[in-house]
């Protein structure tokens, strides 16, 4: 089993998912069965975690042949950008069972599944079984939000589902054309990452298929203009759901970026990243101000999650270390807030009846601890220093202002924005006077504290002391940029001697 | 000679057992209920013979005999076990079926068994005579099976449509083989192939005309652009099972003689690639379209069997003539045919008495009320869409793998395109049955069969996804 511990952490709960759609069970057996598998697979994820040396490669590589003739293997493999969002979905899934008790079988069943195959999509080496994993990680969303969402459910799952259809059958297509091109350039057919990342594009078959890959990429982040759908799914789908889109999902769409975009199409990548660190900034400035305007709860943190979104591509964007590893570290930082956000409203939402701003207030007196750790979490997700948001923002933006001044200032100041309306909102939210909705709201248990508290407390030794965890990231991310200069070296050269050869004749 | 009649056993087993089917009918010797046990232990016999008499390459049984008539190649075998499995999973699902619908006879199975034998034949056929006489057998029994029920208005336009268009489609083949005839003094396809490799395509214009009509033939018979109009008619008015039969098993031999006949030579392909490019376009998205209008399941199944003919058609224009394998075209036959003999398996018996169960808005709430069944029909809209890990996404991409190989980017993008629209009346059925309360008990008779043949599909969805295949 632990040679292949990858493995298990994918399969065990796509499979405990699987049976437990086949076979009858009542609610709890099904959230005792997902319970126990989800700590299973945090076991696994910190066995994993303590054995990863950090040297920038991959690590605990599983290979095995699958479709020989098309040269297809099932790759799966670690290194310190996929050690993060893997270990992101690991530490937080399991607070899900904890959190939610009184779910339908199917709920938890599709859970186990989502968790499965993010982890498949994070750990594959393999272009093709990559794109499995990332259209199979959408058909749970899909019925979560459609089973058990809001009033506006249909809409909304049409809306998730065909957008980011669309993006990942373009990405289809530009993953065959990078297979094809493959075995036009070495004769041999290979869908291998390491080796795809060997190829030379160039011209517009290039160019589209980078818009391709990015595509996908763009609207699972989202990155702006390609939020449309995000409001409307994160507002109707039930908590568990939202919390896996925005904690999880979203940063493998960023993730992504790094793993296929960057090794591939350096150069296009190089040439529009200007372009893309604005649309980054756009995205931040514009859903922050839209956030401001909401008066349901959900929403404004949907938009306020698109808003971060933004910041943590813009660092991918930059193209230097700081930017790159603030980006990934933030990737981790918001998980946590965010997804201890989208919970606390779940939360909200179940004990009040409510989810309109308006409608809510004076929690702070009612429920104390409640207010507390939603205060953390909040202002995690502000970026306060001490708080693991702070280290992460700081390098991206730090980042951001030696890859271009503009777009530095712009960044930092846009962070101002997120400030207005988290502290605007709680201030509404948990102090003023108690409504009808709140007056008897309940605090938390002892068990929601205990499934809480190692969140809280990640979000502030992240903050004290990220060194420990910077260390395994920085290598990675070293290993990133220099094959991004690498690509641009090589095109370069390739240019110079294409310029000087009439002046040879 | 005897080794011609062993590589003919699986077509040899299923004339016998269709004429047994049909003797004992005549004596009312056997019920309605029994008769489909019967039939499928015909093609289940069949199945076996054809998985087990192997030949490895080309091989021409009848070649001293009959001059070349028929030939037995991997294509082909492949080719015939599909045909056969459609023949034994319909015969499973009708006999749920008739449990609702009074209108059944035991000659049904025979009739089933009829048309496929003149499928096994078509798809080994190399000379037009022998092609036009399967095309006819086949297709005579499916005029039949459309109109089965006889009380049935649709049913009875259904089948006088059919009847004419296809009449005009075997005369049109007719003509073909008589110009091609005029030509060559021959009709094998050896023959052609040599004359074209010799002379060339264009040196005599009845040659090139009388390609021409056969392939419009062909193109009719697997409701390709602009040929397609008659199809949501047609497969609207035929009963479940037939309407499943048609969509996969009838599909199958006619691409897989459209595949050999243009593969005779290379020039003849080449020379009809470019139009085939155009019409595989526009049968997907004019497919598309069609689809997204419709209402009932059956009428939007039929639009979608258009678009799945474009998808077809890319792969015939990507193959090459040259060392030509057909690999490509038969994993998407098998995996469209899993797939959509499987929803209609399970429509067969959910769509109750005298299919009173038709629109997307009659499947409201099924998951609530028969969880399994939704979840196979999921399963089988899930691979027609082509969404993985299902067979039905492989058989995409293989189809897109080869058509960018052969250069064709342009179609192979196309063909992605619509497959995003093609997500939306997949998914409408889909949302039908999960996210909308139950408005109906789908209270059915009970029957064995249907639900059980459903499950075996359902599973095969995912075997056939995992079975590899070299392009």
């Known amino acids: 089993m632990f040679e292949h511990i990858l493995s298990s952490m994918i399969f065990l709960p796509i499979v405990a998912g699987l049976l437990l759609l086949l076979f009858p069970a009542t609610k709890s057996g099904a959230r005792a069965v997902g319970l126990v598998v989800s700590v299973a697979v945090l076991l696994l994820g910190l066995k994993l975690y303590t054995g990863f040396n950090g040297a920038g490669g991959m690590e605990f590589v599983e290979r095995q042949t699958w479709v020989q003739s098309l040269g297809i293997n099932y790759i799966l493999g670690v290194d310190g950008i996929s050690l993060f969002v893997l270990m992101a979905g690991a530490v937080l899934i399991p607070l899900i069972f904890l959190v939610f008790s009184t779910k339908p079988k199917g709920y938890y069943a599709n859970l186990l599944i989502v968790e499965g195959a993010m982890a498949g999509a994070v750990c594959a080496g393999d272009l093709i079984l990559f794109y499995i994993f990332w259209e199979v990680m959408l058909l749970p969303i899909f019925f979560m939000i459609g089973l058990y969402g809001g009033q506006g459910k249909v809409a909304a799952t049409l809306k998730i589902t065909i957008y980011t259809i669309a993006g990942s059958l373009l990405m289809l297509a530009a993953i065959l054309y990078l297979g094809v091109t493959y075995h036009n350039q070495f004769g041999v057919w290979s869908f291998d990452m390491t080796k795809i990342a060997a190829l030379q594009l160039h011209g517009t078959a290039a160019l589209l298929a980078f818009i391709g890959f990015m595509l996908a990429f763009a609207i699972k982040i989202p990155l702006f203009p390609f939020h449309t759908w995000l409001p409307d799914a994160y507002t109707e789908a039930p908590s568990a759901a939202t919390f896996i889109l925005s904690a999880i999902m979203a940063k493998i769409g960023v993730y992504a970026v790094i793993r296929f975009v960057i090794p591939v199409f350096g150069i296009e990548f190089t040439r529009y990243a200007l372009l893309l660190a604005y649309l980054g900034v756009i995205g931040m400035m514009y859903c922050g101000i839209a956030a401001i305007a909401q008066k349901d709860f959900k929403r404004m943190l949907a938009f306020s999650s698109a808003s971060h979104m933004g910041i943590i591509a813009l660092g991918i964007f930059c193209m230097n270390i700081q930017a790159l590893t603030g980006s990934l570290y933030q990737i981790v930082a918001h998980a946590t807030s965010t997804g201890a956000l989208f919970l606390f409203a779940g939360i909200l939402e179940e004990r009040s009846g409510t989810r309109k701003i308006d409608d809510l207030g004076g929690i702070a007196s009612q429920a104390p601890i409640f207010a507390f750790f939603f205060a953390i979490a909040m202002l995690a997700s502000v970026g306060l220093p001490g708080t693991n948001g702070f280290i992460g923002e700081f390098l991206i933006i730090l980042g951001a202002i030696k890859f271009n001044v503009i777009i530095g200032v712009l960044a930092g100041t846009g962070l101002i924005i997120g400030v207005c309306y988290m502290l605007w909102m709680f201030q509404r939210v948990f102090f003023e006077k108690a409504k009808d909705s709140t007056a008897k709201f309940r605090d938390l248990s002892s068990a929601e504290v205990v499934a809480f508290l190692p969140i809280v407390i990640l979000i502030i030794v992240m903050g004290i002391y990220p060194q420990p965890f910077l260390k395994k990231i920085e290598p990675a991310a070293k290993m990133q940029i220099s094959s991004i200069s690498q690509q641009v070296q090589v095109a370069d050269t390739i240019v110079l001697e294409k310029g000087h050869k009439p002046e040879q004749k | ?471």
Request: charged share 10%.
């Open chain 2, 1 to 471: 000679m005897t080794r011609d009649f062993y590589l003919l056993l699986p077509l040899v087993i299923v004339g016998a057992g269709a004429i047994l089917l049909m003797l004992r009918a005549a004596f009312g010797k056997l019920t309605l209920d029994a008769a489909a046990p019967v039939s499928m232990c015909v093609f289940a016999l069949a199945f076996i013979a054809q998985v087990f008499t192997g030949t490895t390459g080309h091989y021409t049984p009848y070649g001293s005999v009959f001059s070349g008539m028929l030939v037995v190649t991997d294509f082909t075998r492949v080719a015939s076990l599909i045909i056969l499995a459609c023949g034994f999973f319909t015969s499973m699902s009708s006999q749920s079926y008739f449990k609702d619908n009074d209108f059944g006879l035991v000659e049904y199975y025979s009739l089933i068994a009829f048309s496929a034998c003149g499928m096994l034949l078509l798809a080994m056929s190399q000379e037009l005579i022998t092609a036009f006489i399967s095309l006819e057998i086949m297709s005579l029994s499916i005029y039949v099976l459309v109109g089965f029920n006889r009380r049935n208005v649709a049913g009875s336009e259904a089948v006088l449509k059919y009847l004419m268009l296809g009449a005009f489609t075997g005369a049109f083949f007719t003509m073909g083989t008589a110009l091609i005839y005029g030509a060559l003094q021959s009709t094998k396809f050896v023959a052609i192939g040599n004359y074209i490799s010799t002379q060339g395509l264009f040196h005599s214009p009845a040659l090139v005309g009388g390609a021409f009509f056969i392939i419009v033939a062909f193109l009719f018979k697997v409701a390709a652009f602009p040929f397609h109009a008659w199809v949501v008619d047609v497969y609207d008015g035929a009963s479940m099972p037939v309407t499943g039969f048609m969509a996969t098993a009838l599909k199958t031999a006619i691409f897989a003689i459209f595949a050999n006949f243009l593969m005779i030579n290379p020039a003849l392909k080449s020379s009809w690639v470019q139009y085939l490019f155009y019409i595989a376009i526009l049968t997907m998205f004019g497919g598309n379209l069609i689809a997204i209008g419709q209402k009932t399941l059956k009428r939007m199944l039929a639009a979608s069997g258009i678009v799945h003919t474009g998808y077809l058609l890319i792969a015939l224009v990507a193959v090459s003539a040259d060392h030509f394998s057909g690999n490509v075209i038969l994993f998407y036959l098998a995996a469209y045919a899993v797939s959509t003999l499987g929803i209609f398996a399970a429509l067969s018996y959910l769509t109750g008495k005298g299919e009173k169960r038709v629109a997307f808005e009659d499947f409201k709430g099924l998951a609530k009320s028969r969880p399994y069944s939704a979840a196979a029909i999921t399963i089988f809209l899930l691979s027609m869409a082509g969404i993985p890990p299902t067979a039905g996404f492989m058989g995409k991409f293989y189809i897109i793998v080869s058509a960018i190989n052969a250069g064709q980017v342009t179609l192979a993008v196309l063909g992605i395109v619509s497959s995003i629209l093609s997500m939306w009346y997949y998914l409408r059925l889909i949302i039908n049955m999960y996210f909308h309360e139950a408005q109906d008990s789908f209270e059915t008779e009970k029957s064995l069969l249907g639900p059980a043949c459903t499950l075996i599909l359902a599973v095969c969805v995912f075997a056939i996804s995992f079975y590899p295949i070299a392009i």
